[in-house]
């Protein structure tokens, strides 16, 4: 017996981890997020982060943890890469951002035609991992933030 012969399955192209988004292209993304989140009923979870920051990168690296893999699964996801703070200001005042990694858990219950900003927190933190002593520092402290932020529904 061998392998069958025929034309090799596509690679499917990773997904950039950052995305650098315009404001217009944000605000899509999060009404997407919001349409996905009003289907599946799962909150939904901005990461505010960027490839630069220490915090965001460990973060990333937690992301392999099965409890958390697992838990993320119950979640509408959605990184927000904010470049050296230069990016999206508007979202991370509205928001109170002033340090990534960060975390903002929202449920939309107003729905997908209010602005994020309007849509019912959760919960929200700072994720210092790495370099300090905010949040959660270990995948099982993330996976206590994102149940206890779920359990606010």
Known sequence: MGCAVGP???????????????????????????????????????EFSAPWCIDCRKLEALEEEASLAGEYERWERL??????????????????????????ALDPTQGCSSSAERWTRLKQSTIEIETGSLGPRTADDLVRWLQEARGQR
């Open 8 to 46: 090799p399955e596509p690679v499917p192209e990773p997904v950039p981890h950052w995305i650098s988004r315009s404001d217009a292209e944000l605000q899509s993304a999060l009404t997407q997020a919001c349409e996905a989140s009003q289907v599946s009923q799962a909150p939904i979870l901005l």
């Open 79 to 104: 990184r927000i890469d904010v470049g050296r703070f230069d990016r999206h200001e508007a979202l991370r005042e509205a928001f109170g951002v002033y340090a990534i990694a960060h975390w903002v």
